[in-house]
């Protein structure tokens, strides 16, 4: 099974602090996206990376950058917290080798806070 | 630009009745179609798929889904529902045509089985 795990399931941060959240994915796909839920919103997507050191915007990408070094590892970065990005955050993968129609494996999500 | 509308934010259901979720979409080309559920502090795991072909899609735990490309809709269906079925479901769209590996997700709808 595949298996994407997060290194939070909660996190409080103050504003202004910066904050790391990770992301590592035991699959080697290619493709791992980060994602942010709020009720009634769904998920909107924040930034993707279809291969090593390769990133593209997603819908909402102001205020967060990504990294990703390593194919199995896919990091996001809050530069500067602020509340308004207290939010579920959510980490997926998927194979990039067999076209776009490749379901999306999800991590359990990061609750983060911001005070 | 490619779109997804749930319509109903919590569906009720008796448990042995049949279950609907709602789901619309719209693409500019041909779609990629998915249902994934999310149970309380969880992930989100994939339930179906449309890619091609046979428009009645059979998914996990018992879901199908039939794609109506002449309403855009991808309606989610269970003929019998459980209890256990009470979680939050998102329908999400890809357009076939569209560049890069991004999913669209709906705003989500909560499903109560009671029993």
């Known amino acids: 099974d595949v298996k994407v795990t997060q290194s939070s399931r909660y996190l409080v941060k103050r504003t202004g602090e910066k904050v790391f959240l990770e992301c590592v994915q035991d699959m080697d796909h290619e493709n791992m996206f980060w994602y942010r839920q709020d009720p009634g919103l769904g998920l909107r997507l924040i930034y993707f990376s279809y291969d090593v050191k390769m990133k593209e915007k997603g819908d909402i990408p102001e205020g967060y950058s990504v990294s990703r070094e390593k194919k199995e590892r896919f990091s996001l970065i809050l530069e500067s917290a602020s509340t308004n990005q207290t939010s579920m955050y959510l980490c997926?993968?998927?194979?990039?080798?067999?076209?776009?129609?490749?379901?999306?494996?999800f991590g359990p999500g990061t609750r983060l806070t911001v005070l | 630009a490619q779109s997804v509308a749930q319509p109903e934010d919590q569906v009720n259901v008796a448990e042995g009745n049949p279950l609907t979720v709602k789901c619309t979409y719209s693409v500019s080309g041909n779609p990629y179609l998915f249902w994934y559920v999310q149970y309380p502090n969880r992930g989100l795991q994939f339930l179906l798929k449309?890619?091609?072909?046979?428009?009645l899609v059979k998914g996990s735990y018992g879901f199908e889904a039939e794609f109506n490309k002449s309403q855009t809709s991808f309606h989610l269906k269970k003929p019998s529902a459980l209890v256990s079925d009470s979680a939050l479901y998102f329908c999400?769209?890809?357009?076939?045509?569209?560049?890069?590996?991004?999913?669209?997700f709906g705003g989500g709808t909560r499903v109560l089985v009671k029993p």
């Open positions: 997926a993968s998927s194979d990039g080798t067999s076209g776009y129609y490749n379901e999306q494996f």
């Open positions: 999400a769209v890809r357009d076939r045509g569209a560049a890069g590996n991004k999913l669209t």
């Open positions: 449309y890619i091609t072909g046979d428009n």
